[in-house]
């Protein structure tokens, strides 16, 4: 495997024989991550999204990946027994880029965020990622200067990575000043407004809206001949049919963060904190919702990973 000859990056990646198949034949591979299924929904609502997930993406044309730190090992590509283990055991950590020396080193078992799966993505040389949502900068976060990795990650790692955009959860104009300063281009597909997740709109505009994977992949392609070190945000609003109402989720996530903040929970404990009290709260729509965005995801990635491959091969 090409990426075990690389003696600076000795040979920490168990890449999938699907996964490894799929690079050697030069057909095009997603990334999913693991946190969403280890600390983003419940057992067994989990393993069912992830196999369904990979499903998706072998439907319309690529090879998924899934990533996830298992007994100090990077695993591109999980059997049906490890996706098993990362959806249902209690040992498992959530490793963003600070936390996978430890992971590694102390032969852990973690679930990678966005910044930990593109790390990961990176190093097996995948390009394209799909996931639900993209950690970003909190609400208070001038007080508790909780902004998650994920951004700044995404300025520095190349790859694209197709979300639902952010939840409210999170300050999602701070958010997008962020992205603004570290330089990460935030695709809007089909939309001119950045989606906050469980509805399409969010009120706060989206820098350049594409309407085809085909543009995407072009996106994509220029940043590769540019040199450019960074990721790319490409926000896929859920499927209208599937959205849940503004007001209904609005009061609901100020409901879950007044929670938190009584109990007092920070750090990487919030996101999972509250996305389990909203899914209490709506009685499991959010979490229908949920899977449907990731899907909805799942699609737009894949397509977006073949169209970027024929153009690779049609200027090698
Ligand atoms: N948003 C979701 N579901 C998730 C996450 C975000 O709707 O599961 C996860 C992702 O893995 C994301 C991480 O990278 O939370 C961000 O966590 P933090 O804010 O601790 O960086
Ligand atoms: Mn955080």
Do not use: W
């Amino acid at each position: 495997m090409e990426q075990t000859k690389n003696t600076s990056k000795p040979n920490m990646l168990d890449i999938s024989e699907e996964v490894s198949e799929a690079k050697e034949e030069g057909r095009p591979v997603v990334a999913l991550e693991s946190t969403i299924i280890s600390h983003g929904m419940p057992y067994p609502d989990n393993v069912v999204m992830a196999k369904k997930v990979e499903s998706i993406i072998r439907e319309n044309g690529a090879v998924p990946a899934t990533i996830a730190l298992i007994k100090g090992r990077i695993k591109i590509g999980l059997t049906g027994k490890e996706l098993e283990y990362m959806a249902s055991s209690k040992e498992i950590l959530k490793a963003s880029r600070r936390d996978i020396p430890v992971v590694i080193a102390k032969n852990l078992s973690a679930a990678t965020t966005v910044a930990g799966t593109m790390i990961c993505a990176a190093l097996a040389g995948i390009r394209v990622f799909a996931t639900g949502g993209i950690g970003g900068v909190h609400r208070g976060a001038e007080k508790t200067f909780d902004i998650s990795a994920d951004l700044q990650e995404l300025a520095k790692t190349k790859v694209a990575v197709v979300s639902a955009g952010a939840k409210s959860i999170l300050d999602i104009k701070l958010t997008m000043e962020y992205l603004e300063t570290m330089g990460v281009p935030v695709i809007g597909y089909g939309t001119d407004e950045f989606p906050a997740f469980y509805t399409r709109k969010s009120g706060i505009p989206v820098n350049y809206r594409l309407d085809t994977p085909e543009d995407i992949a072009e996106v994509i392609l220029a940043q590769d001949r540019l040199g450019f070190k960074g990721g790319m945000v490409i926000a896929n609003p859920i499927p209208e049919k599937y959205s849940l109402d503004k007001a209904f989720i609005d009061r609901i996530i100020d409901d879950a963060l007044k929670k938190a903040e009584t109990k007092k929970i920070t750090g990487k404990e919030i996101t999972p904190f509250l996305l389990a009290e909203i899914k209490d709260m709506t009685e499991g729509r959010s979490l229908e919702a949920n899977l449907k965005l990731v899907y909805n995801n799942a699609e737009l990635a894949a397509k977006t990973a073949y169209s970027l491959n024929r153009k690779l091969q049609d200027a090698a």
